[in-house]
């Protein structure tokens, strides 16, 4: 096994494995530790070239430092990345992989992510113990998802007091796109609240379902954005905030789940000068990672301490709405001001013994 450094600007520490006896090729990124250890998922993909994944590693090993920033996991942003087809996992590989991760010595924490499942990461624990994200029984934290919901159903109220004066669910018009792991939770919490919750799916098999157990209301995908609503939730996938669909929007808010759902920054400028209110992705969707975090401390997983942070989800978001307001910026440039806020203050801190 061999592994080198890459060096790169603004970056803790970037390495690289390679290892010819069980084909692995991967990388690791750790962005800022400086307010604790990086944690982040692992992802495997068919990459074209080690170029391209390294943009892919940089760009989300970033990303999770500011979630946890904001957050305040007490974690700092990391990343890995499998270069290869995902049909060609082996025992052999993950178990390299354990020893690469390993070799950073606890700087880096890994997760599941993209194309790696918790048998993989099960595999990956024999070689190295910075493993999260396993099951309950293996003192894990378990599936992050309903805990990713609760925390998006909490900004959600946060979203509705900025919006409208009020956090109540009472008749709140809610447009989930996407209801898998996540926005399917975030249905059935909002119905719960006494919103009215309209849902699409690419599956429409599921919606159809979903409807008749819980009383939502179905749109067709191809149509859901001619819907009137209150709050759009998108919790499908990202990119979904662009130049096509932002002059569609009929929304006074944006509340989901999916990971980057700005096309590109701009977009959350264009959003604002429409006058919809967008709750910056990597701020509402944290309750996965925060429910991880607890998993680390020394008494191990305490699900009663996870959701009281998970719930502060609320708070996280007033603050970011509060600088926004404050300083007239965009939320999803305010989010960003706040965890480097977050940042300069853990640099600051004295360092704990
Ligand atoms: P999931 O795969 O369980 O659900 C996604 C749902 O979206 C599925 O029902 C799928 O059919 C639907 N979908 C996919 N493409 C679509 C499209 N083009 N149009 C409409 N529907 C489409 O995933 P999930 O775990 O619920 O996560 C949803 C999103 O939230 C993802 O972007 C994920 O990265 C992000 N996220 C998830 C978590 C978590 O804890 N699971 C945490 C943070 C962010």
């Not at 499998?82 to 700087?107: H, Q, Y």
């Not at 994200?133 to 894990?140: F, W």
């Amino acid at each position: 096994m061999q592994i080198s450094e890459i060096r790169v600007d603004g970056y803790e520490r970037v390495v690289r494995c390679t290892d010819p006896t069980s084909r692995l090729h991967a990388l690791i990124s750790v962005h800022d530790t400086t307010l604790g250890p990086s944690l982040g998922g692992m992802r495997m993909l068919s990459y074209r070239n080690e170029e391209e994944a390294l943009f892919d590693v940089l760009r989300l090993s970033k990303g999770m430092t500011y979630k946890s920033a904001v957050a305040d996991t007490g974690l700092g942003g990391g990343k890995s990345v499998v270069i290869g087809d995902p049909k060609l996992k082996s025992p052999a590989l993950f178990e390299a992989m354990g020893r690469f991760v390993e070799s950073l010595g606890g700087k880096y924490i890994t997760a599941e992510d993209m194309n790696i499942g918790v048998g993989d990461l099960v595999t990956v624990r024999r070689t190295t113990k910075w493993v999260t994200g396993l099951a309950r029984d293996m003192g894990g934290s378990g599936n992050p998802s309903p805990y990713t919901a609760r925390g998006a159903f909490h900004g959600v109220r946060a979203v509705l007091e900025e919006a409208f004066g009020s956090p109540s669910f009472k008749g709140r018009r809610m447009l989930i796109q996407g209801v898998g792991a996540v926005g399917g939770r975030l249905a059935e919490l909002l119905t719960e609240a006494g919103a009215h919750v309209i849902i699409c799916d690419i599956n429409e098999a599921r919606v159809q379902e979903l409807c008749e157990r819980f009383g939502f209301e179905g749109v067709s995908d191809a149509k859901h954005l001619e819907v009137p609503c209150d709050v759009y939730s998108p919790c499908a996938r990202g990119a979904t905030i662009n130049d096509a669909t932002i002059p569609q929007l009929k929304c006074k808010a944006i509340a989901g789940v999916a990971n980057n759902q700005l096309l590109e920054p701009r977009h959350g400028d264009a959003l604002r000068q429409k006058g919809i209110l967008y709750a910056p992705d990597y701020v509402i969707n944290a309750g996965g990672i925060i429910n991880v975090s607890f998993e680390l401390l020394p008494g191990g997983y305490d699900e009663d301490k996870a959701v009281a942070k998970i719930d502060r989800i609320y708070d996280n978001l007033r603050r970011v709405f509060a600088i926004a307001r404050e300083q007239r910026l965009s939320t999803h440039v305010a989010a960003d001001r706040l965890a480097e806020q977050c940042i300069a203050a853990g640099r600051k801190a004295p360092i704990k013994a």
